[in-house]
Protein backbone atom coordinates (compact mmCIF):
# COMPACT_ATOMS: atom_id res chain seq x y z
CA UNK A 1 0.00 0.00 0.00
CA UNK A 2 2.42 2.82 0.97
CA UNK A 3 4.43 1.49 -1.93
CA UNK A 4 1.38 2.02 -4.01
CA UNK A 5 1.09 6.20 -2.39
CA UNK A 6 5.36 6.79 -2.98
CA UNK A 7 4.36 5.84 -6.73
CA UNK A 8 1.56 8.48 -7.38
CA UNK A 9 3.16 10.91 -5.36
CA UNK A 10 6.33 10.35 -7.55
CA UNK A 11 3.85 10.61 -10.68
CA UNK A 12 2.59 13.72 -9.06
CA UNK A 13 5.80 14.95 -8.83
CA UNK A 14 6.94 13.96 -12.34
CA UNK A 15 3.45 15.54 -14.01
CA UNK A 16 4.55 18.67 -12.36
CA UNK A 17 7.89 19.02 -14.27
CA UNK A 18 6.23 17.35 -17.14
CA UNK A 19 3.68 20.45 -17.21
CA UNK A 20 6.41 23.13 -16.82
CA UNK A 21 8.50 21.83 -19.51
CA UNK A 22 5.43 21.51 -21.53
CA UNK A 23 4.48 25.05 -20.96
CA UNK A 24 7.71 26.36 -21.76
CA UNK A 25 8.62 24.12 -24.53
CA UNK A 26 5.41 25.37 -27.10
CA UNK A 27 6.70 28.63 -27.70
CA UNK A 28 10.06 27.37 -28.64
CA UNK A 29 8.46 24.13 -31.23
CA UNK A 30 5.47 26.63 -32.16
CA UNK A 31 6.37 26.94 -36.17
CA UNK A 32 4.33 30.23 -36.17
CA UNK A 33 5.86 33.63 -34.60
CA UNK A 34 4.95 37.36 -35.37
CA UNK A 35 7.26 37.12 -38.33
CA UNK A 36 5.73 34.43 -39.88
CA UNK A 37 1.91 35.44 -39.03
CA UNK A 38 2.40 38.87 -41.46
CA UNK A 39 4.77 37.15 -44.01
CA UNK A 40 2.74 36.63 -46.53
CA UNK A 41 1.09 40.31 -47.07
CA UNK A 42 3.83 42.08 -48.86
CA UNK A 43 7.56 42.77 -48.85
CA UNK A 44 9.76 43.31 -45.68
CA UNK A 45 11.39 46.69 -44.69
CA UNK A 46 8.09 48.56 -45.47
CA UNK A 47 4.82 49.18 -44.24
CA UNK A 48 1.93 47.32 -46.67
CA UNK A 49 -1.28 47.06 -45.99
CA UNK A 50 -2.98 43.86 -44.23
CA UNK A 51 -5.96 42.98 -45.86
CA UNK A 52 -9.03 43.44 -44.27
CA UNK A 53 -10.74 41.15 -42.23
CA UNK A 54 -14.21 39.77 -43.56
CA UNK A 55 -16.15 36.38 -45.16
CA UNK A 56 -13.58 35.87 -47.91
CA UNK A 57 -10.03 37.40 -46.37
CA UNK A 58 -8.95 33.97 -44.70
CA UNK A 59 -7.44 34.23 -41.54
CA UNK A 60 -6.19 38.12 -40.47
CA UNK A 61 -3.66 38.14 -37.84
CA UNK A 62 -5.72 40.79 -35.97
CA UNK A 63 -9.40 39.99 -36.74
CA UNK A 64 -10.86 43.44 -36.65
CA UNK A 65 -12.87 44.55 -39.81
CA UNK A 66 -13.48 48.01 -38.27
CA UNK A 67 -9.62 48.23 -38.25
CA UNK A 68 -7.38 49.36 -41.46
CA UNK A 69 -3.91 48.05 -40.48
CA UNK A 70 -0.57 48.51 -42.16
CA UNK A 71 2.05 46.31 -41.05
CA UNK A 72 6.02 46.73 -41.34
CA UNK A 73 8.43 43.56 -40.69
CA UNK A 74 11.82 44.02 -40.41
CA UNK A 75 15.64 42.68 -39.85
CA UNK A 76 17.25 44.65 -37.21
CA UNK A 77 20.84 43.36 -37.79
CA UNK A 78 20.42 45.79 -41.18
CA UNK A 79 20.64 48.91 -39.26
CA UNK A 80 18.39 50.67 -36.60
CA UNK A 81 14.72 51.02 -37.86
CA UNK A 82 13.10 54.57 -38.27
CA UNK A 83 8.94 54.53 -38.23
CA UNK A 84 6.87 57.85 -38.50
CA UNK A 85 3.32 58.86 -40.39
CA UNK A 86 1.25 61.74 -39.68
CA UNK A 87 -2.09 60.14 -38.73
CA UNK A 88 -6.04 61.56 -39.01
CA UNK A 89 -8.25 62.99 -36.02
CA UNK A 90 -9.63 59.25 -35.54
CA UNK A 91 -8.72 56.61 -33.17
CA UNK A 92 -5.38 54.95 -34.14
CA UNK A 93 -3.01 52.83 -32.50
CA UNK A 94 0.37 51.24 -33.03
CA UNK A 95 2.52 48.13 -31.91
CA UNK A 96 5.67 47.11 -32.08
CA UNK A 97 6.34 43.38 -31.60
CA UNK A 98 9.02 41.05 -31.06
CA UNK A 99 9.44 38.06 -33.22
CA UNK A 100 8.92 35.92 -30.19
CA UNK A 101 5.60 36.65 -28.23
CA UNK A 102 6.48 40.60 -26.16
CA UNK A 103 5.11 43.72 -27.46
CA UNK A 104 8.27 45.80 -27.40
CA UNK A 105 5.89 49.21 -27.58
CA UNK A 106 2.12 50.05 -27.99
CA UNK A 107 0.45 53.58 -27.97
CA UNK A 108 -2.78 54.78 -29.12
CA UNK A 109 -3.65 58.45 -30.47
CA UNK A 110 -4.28 59.75 -26.96
CA UNK A 111 -0.88 59.25 -26.25
CA UNK A 112 1.00 60.31 -29.39
CA UNK A 113 2.01 63.52 -29.97
CA UNK A 114 -0.25 65.59 -31.80
CA UNK A 115 -1.49 62.70 -33.81
CA UNK A 116 2.17 61.81 -35.26
CA UNK A 117 4.13 58.77 -34.87
CA UNK A 118 8.15 58.99 -35.48
CA UNK A 119 10.00 56.31 -33.66
CA UNK A 120 13.30 54.64 -33.76
CA UNK A 121 13.80 51.23 -33.19
CA UNK A 122 17.59 50.12 -31.83
CA UNK A 123 19.82 47.32 -30.64
CA UNK A 124 22.09 48.01 -27.69
CA UNK A 125 24.69 48.65 -30.28
CA UNK A 126 22.66 50.65 -32.76
CA UNK A 127 21.78 53.26 -30.18
CA UNK A 128 25.05 53.28 -28.31
CA UNK A 129 26.68 54.20 -32.09
CA UNK A 130 23.73 56.41 -32.07
CA UNK A 131 24.91 58.31 -28.96
CA UNK A 132 28.10 59.14 -29.63
CA UNK A 133 27.65 60.90 -33.18
CA UNK A 134 23.81 61.51 -32.45
CA UNK A 135 21.79 63.22 -34.84
CA UNK A 136 20.45 67.10 -34.30
CA UNK A 137 16.87 65.78 -33.71
CA UNK A 138 17.96 62.33 -32.07
CA UNK A 139 15.75 63.79 -28.42
CA UNK A 140 12.10 64.20 -30.64
CA UNK A 141 12.17 60.04 -31.63
CA UNK A 142 10.33 57.35 -29.22
CA UNK A 143 13.50 55.18 -28.55
CA UNK A 144 12.80 52.06 -28.13
CA UNK A 145 15.63 49.46 -27.65
CA UNK A 146 14.87 45.63 -29.03
CA UNK A 147 16.91 42.64 -28.41
CA UNK A 148 15.23 40.50 -30.94
CA UNK A 149 17.08 39.92 -34.64
CA UNK A 150 13.33 40.50 -35.90
CA UNK A 151 10.91 43.42 -35.36
CA UNK A 152 7.24 43.72 -36.81
CA UNK A 153 4.94 46.82 -36.51
CA UNK A 154 1.31 47.11 -36.82
CA UNK A 155 -0.02 50.78 -37.35
CA UNK A 156 -4.15 50.38 -36.77
CA UNK A 157 -6.76 53.61 -37.68
CA UNK A 158 -10.45 52.91 -37.04
CA UNK A 159 -13.19 52.98 -39.98
CA UNK A 160 -16.25 53.53 -38.48
CA UNK A 161 -18.22 53.00 -41.79
CA UNK A 162 -16.65 50.79 -44.47
CA UNK A 163 -17.66 53.70 -47.10
CA UNK A 164 -15.29 56.00 -45.39
CA UNK A 165 -12.40 53.44 -46.16
CA UNK A 166 -10.97 55.33 -49.08
CA UNK A 167 -11.19 58.58 -47.32
CA UNK A 168 -9.24 57.55 -44.04
CA UNK A 169 -6.70 55.73 -46.14
CA UNK A 170 -5.85 58.95 -47.88
CA UNK A 171 -5.73 60.93 -44.58
CA UNK A 172 -2.77 58.74 -43.19
CA UNK A 173 0.31 60.22 -45.12
CA UNK A 174 3.87 60.10 -44.59
CA UNK A 175 4.18 56.97 -43.57
CA UNK A 176 7.74 55.17 -43.04
CA UNK A 177 9.29 52.48 -42.08
CA UNK A 178 12.86 52.28 -42.87
CA UNK A 179 14.99 49.66 -41.87
CA UNK A 180 19.10 49.74 -42.86
CA UNK A 181 19.60 53.23 -40.31
CA UNK A 182 23.52 53.76 -39.54
CA UNK A 183 24.46 51.25 -41.86
CA UNK A 184 25.71 53.77 -44.80
CA UNK A 185 29.19 53.18 -43.95
CA UNK A 186 29.54 55.50 -41.37
CA UNK A 187 32.83 55.52 -39.22
CA UNK A 188 33.84 57.07 -35.81
CA UNK A 189 35.59 60.00 -37.80
CA UNK A 190 32.76 60.37 -40.10
CA UNK A 191 31.34 63.80 -40.24
CA UNK A 192 28.31 64.28 -37.81
CA UNK A 193 25.17 63.25 -39.11
CA UNK A 194 22.97 65.95 -40.06
CA UNK A 195 19.78 64.78 -39.14
CA UNK A 196 17.64 61.45 -38.99
CA UNK A 197 15.36 63.42 -41.66
CA UNK A 198 12.50 65.32 -41.30
CA UNK A 199 10.22 64.55 -38.21
CA UNK A 200 6.65 64.58 -40.14
CA UNK A 201 4.29 67.32 -38.12
CA UNK A 202 0.94 67.21 -38.01
CA UNK B 1 8.81 -7.09 -11.49
CA UNK B 2 6.81 -5.00 -8.85
CA UNK B 3 9.08 -2.42 -8.97
CA UNK B 4 8.77 -2.30 -12.40
CA UNK B 5 4.60 -2.24 -12.18
CA UNK B 6 4.79 0.76 -9.55
CA UNK B 7 7.39 2.57 -11.95
CA UNK B 8 4.71 2.73 -14.60
CA UNK B 9 2.16 3.96 -12.82
CA UNK B 10 4.52 6.81 -11.31
CA UNK B 11 5.62 7.28 -15.33
CA UNK B 12 1.95 7.31 -16.13
CA UNK B 13 0.35 9.72 -13.95
CA UNK B 14 3.54 12.04 -14.26
CA UNK B 15 3.27 11.79 -17.91
CA UNK B 16 -0.61 12.41 -18.44
CA UNK B 17 -1.21 14.95 -15.86
CA UNK B 18 1.76 16.77 -16.50
CA UNK B 19 0.47 16.58 -20.40
CA UNK B 20 -2.95 17.51 -19.88
CA UNK B 21 -2.75 19.81 -17.21
CA UNK B 22 -0.53 22.04 -19.73
CA UNK B 23 -2.59 21.83 -22.32
CA UNK B 24 -5.54 22.81 -20.40
CA UNK B 25 -3.73 25.64 -18.98
CA UNK B 26 -2.58 26.88 -22.54
CA UNK B 27 -6.20 26.01 -23.95
CA UNK B 28 -8.55 27.20 -21.50
CA UNK B 29 -6.45 29.27 -19.59
CA UNK B 30 -7.58 27.17 -16.91
CA UNK B 31 -4.58 27.97 -14.27
CA UNK B 32 -2.85 30.79 -14.78
CA UNK B 33 -2.34 34.03 -16.96
CA UNK B 34 -6.01 34.54 -17.79
CA UNK B 35 -8.99 36.31 -16.15
CA UNK B 36 -12.50 35.68 -16.94
CA UNK B 37 -15.31 37.88 -15.85
CA UNK B 38 -18.41 36.57 -16.66
CA UNK B 39 -18.05 34.12 -19.91
CA UNK B 40 -15.82 36.76 -21.19
CA UNK B 41 -11.43 35.65 -20.90
CA UNK B 42 -8.71 37.83 -21.55
CA UNK B 43 -5.17 37.66 -21.25
CA UNK B 44 -4.06 40.69 -19.91
CA UNK B 45 0.06 39.90 -20.22
CA UNK B 46 -0.92 39.08 -23.76
CA UNK B 47 0.29 42.70 -25.38
CA UNK B 48 2.96 43.51 -22.78
CA UNK B 49 6.91 43.20 -22.94
CA UNK B 50 6.95 40.16 -20.38
CA UNK B 51 4.31 38.10 -21.31
CA UNK B 52 3.94 35.10 -18.66
CA UNK B 53 4.91 31.49 -19.70
CA UNK B 54 1.08 30.69 -19.88
CA UNK B 55 0.21 33.83 -21.86
CA UNK B 56 3.16 33.26 -24.25
CA UNK B 57 2.33 29.34 -24.79
CA UNK B 58 -1.36 30.79 -25.41
CA UNK B 59 0.71 33.03 -27.90
CA UNK B 60 2.32 30.67 -29.72
CA UNK B 61 -0.08 28.52 -30.59
CA UNK B 62 -2.98 31.51 -31.30
CA UNK B 63 -3.01 32.86 -35.08
CA UNK B 64 -3.44 36.01 -34.10
CA UNK B 65 -0.91 38.41 -32.99
CA UNK B 66 -2.35 40.46 -29.51
CA UNK B 67 -3.47 44.00 -28.75
CA UNK B 68 -0.82 46.12 -27.39
CA UNK B 69 -1.28 47.12 -24.12
CA UNK B 70 -1.33 50.53 -24.68
CA UNK B 71 -3.95 50.37 -27.68
CA UNK B 72 -6.41 48.04 -26.05
CA UNK B 73 -7.35 44.73 -24.65
CA UNK B 74 -9.70 42.00 -26.65
CA UNK B 75 -12.39 39.54 -24.53
CA UNK B 76 -13.59 36.82 -26.42
CA UNK B 77 -16.51 33.99 -25.36
CA UNK B 78 -17.31 30.67 -26.51
CA UNK B 79 -20.01 30.60 -24.00
CA UNK B 80 -23.50 32.60 -23.19
CA UNK B 81 -23.99 33.87 -19.75
CA UNK B 82 -25.95 30.03 -19.00
CA UNK B 83 -22.90 28.67 -20.07
CA UNK B 84 -24.05 26.69 -23.25
CA UNK B 85 -21.75 26.85 -26.01
CA UNK B 86 -22.73 29.75 -28.48
CA UNK B 87 -24.14 28.60 -31.97
CA UNK B 88 -24.79 30.42 -35.23
CA UNK B 89 -28.30 28.60 -35.03
CA UNK B 90 -29.55 30.60 -31.68
CA UNK B 91 -30.51 34.30 -31.37
CA UNK B 92 -28.93 35.97 -28.43
CA UNK B 93 -29.16 39.45 -26.64
CA UNK B 94 -26.05 41.04 -25.67
CA UNK B 95 -26.53 43.72 -23.15
CA UNK B 96 -25.41 45.23 -19.92
CA UNK B 97 -23.56 47.90 -18.88
CA UNK B 98 -20.72 49.56 -21.44
CA UNK B 99 -17.28 48.80 -21.14
CA UNK B 100 -14.72 51.43 -19.97
CA UNK B 101 -12.67 52.14 -23.18
CA UNK B 102 -12.61 55.36 -25.68
CA UNK B 103 -13.96 52.77 -28.32
CA UNK B 104 -15.21 49.32 -28.18
CA UNK B 105 -15.41 46.49 -31.26
CA UNK B 106 -17.57 43.80 -31.04
CA UNK B 107 -17.21 41.04 -33.56
CA UNK B 108 -18.53 37.57 -34.32
CA UNK B 109 -16.63 34.70 -35.99
CA UNK B 110 -16.93 30.51 -36.06
CA UNK B 111 -14.06 29.02 -33.82
CA UNK B 112 -12.26 28.68 -37.10
CA UNK B 113 -11.99 32.65 -37.41
CA UNK B 114 -14.12 33.05 -40.39
CA UNK B 115 -16.23 35.75 -40.45
CA UNK B 116 -20.52 35.65 -41.57
CA UNK B 117 -20.96 36.56 -44.80
CA UNK B 118 -24.62 38.62 -44.94
CA UNK B 119 -26.04 40.57 -47.30
CA UNK B 120 -26.10 43.59 -45.27
CA UNK B 121 -21.99 42.87 -45.14
CA UNK B 122 -22.11 43.83 -41.88
CA UNK B 123 -18.82 42.69 -39.63
CA UNK B 124 -18.37 44.32 -36.80
CA UNK B 125 -20.40 46.79 -34.31
CA UNK B 126 -18.77 49.35 -32.57
CA UNK B 127 -19.40 51.89 -29.75
CA UNK B 128 -19.71 54.98 -31.84
CA UNK B 129 -22.75 53.38 -33.81
CA UNK B 130 -24.43 51.83 -31.40
CA UNK B 131 -28.30 52.85 -30.27
CA UNK B 132 -28.43 53.09 -26.60
CA UNK B 133 -31.62 52.83 -24.63
CA UNK B 134 -32.88 53.32 -21.15
CA UNK B 135 -30.33 54.72 -18.46
CA UNK B 136 -26.75 53.56 -18.68
CA UNK B 137 -27.53 50.09 -21.07
CA UNK B 138 -27.19 48.75 -24.49
CA UNK B 139 -28.23 45.81 -26.13
CA UNK B 140 -26.75 43.82 -29.60
CA UNK B 141 -29.11 41.37 -31.11
CA UNK B 142 -26.79 38.49 -32.39
CA UNK B 143 -28.50 36.35 -35.34
CA UNK B 144 -28.35 35.32 -38.59
CA UNK B 145 -31.56 36.97 -39.75
CA UNK B 146 -31.26 40.49 -40.07
CA UNK B 147 -33.00 42.42 -36.90
CA UNK B 148 -33.94 46.13 -36.39
CA UNK B 149 -31.57 48.20 -34.10
CA UNK B 150 -28.03 47.06 -32.86
CA UNK B 151 -27.61 43.68 -34.88
CA UNK B 152 -24.63 41.57 -35.71
CA UNK B 153 -25.51 38.87 -37.67
CA UNK B 154 -23.65 35.64 -37.10
CA UNK B 155 -22.19 32.30 -39.30
CA UNK B 156 -25.36 30.06 -39.26
CA UNK B 157 -24.81 26.68 -38.10
CA UNK B 158 -21.29 27.06 -36.75
CA UNK B 159 -19.76 27.75 -33.12
CA UNK B 160 -19.08 30.53 -32.41
CA UNK B 161 -16.41 32.95 -30.81
CA UNK B 162 -17.53 36.53 -29.44
CA UNK B 163 -14.65 39.31 -29.34
CA UNK B 164 -14.75 42.57 -27.67
CA UNK B 165 -12.21 44.84 -28.18
CA UNK B 166 -11.96 47.75 -25.66
CA UNK B 167 -9.41 50.29 -27.68
CA UNK B 168 -7.79 53.08 -25.16
CA UNK B 169 -8.71 51.62 -21.91
CA UNK B 170 -7.70 52.63 -18.40
CA UNK B 171 -8.05 48.36 -17.70
CA UNK B 172 -4.62 47.81 -15.65
CA UNK B 173 -3.92 51.30 -15.64
CA UNK B 174 -6.21 52.75 -12.71
CA UNK B 175 -9.20 50.20 -13.02
CA UNK B 176 -8.29 47.07 -11.67
CA UNK B 177 -9.66 44.30 -13.71
CA UNK B 178 -11.21 42.73 -11.43
CA UNK B 179 -14.01 45.65 -10.93
CA UNK B 180 -14.26 45.61 -14.84
CA UNK B 181 -17.78 44.50 -16.05
CA UNK B 182 -18.62 42.72 -19.32
CA UNK B 183 -22.20 42.71 -20.95
CA UNK B 184 -24.46 39.53 -20.64
CA UNK B 185 -25.30 37.10 -23.26
CA UNK B 186 -29.17 35.79 -23.15
CA UNK B 187 -29.71 32.96 -25.41
CA UNK B 188 -33.61 33.47 -27.33
CA UNK B 189 -34.75 31.41 -29.52
CA UNK B 190 -32.93 28.92 -31.54
CA UNK B 191 -33.91 27.00 -34.71
Not at chain 1, 21 to 43: C, H, K, Q, Y
Not at chain 2, 32 to 59: F, H, N, Q
Given at each position: ?55 ESGPVPVADPTM ?135 | ?187 ERCR
Amino acid sequence: MIRILIAVASGLLIAGIVHILVVLAIPLVSPMDNWTRVAGFGEEGRFVPIPLAGPESGPVPVADPTMLQLVCRFRQADGYVLISAIMPNEFWSFALYGQSGRTLFSLNNRTSDNNTLSMLVVSADQLARLRRNPPSDLNSYIIVETTEARGVAILRTFVDNPDRLAEVRQAISRVRCVPGGGSGGETEGSARKASLGPIPRG
Amino acid sequence: MRFLVLFLLALLIGVGAGLGSALLAVEKGAIYGSVTIGRWVTWPTAGTRKPDPYTRAMLARSRHIPLGAGEGLAFTTRLDSDGEPLSGDCDYVLSGTLPSARLWTLTVTDTEGRFAASPSGRLAIHSREILISGKDGFSVRLSANAAPGNWLPVPAGRMLVLTMRLYDTPIGSGLDIRDVRMPGIRRERCR
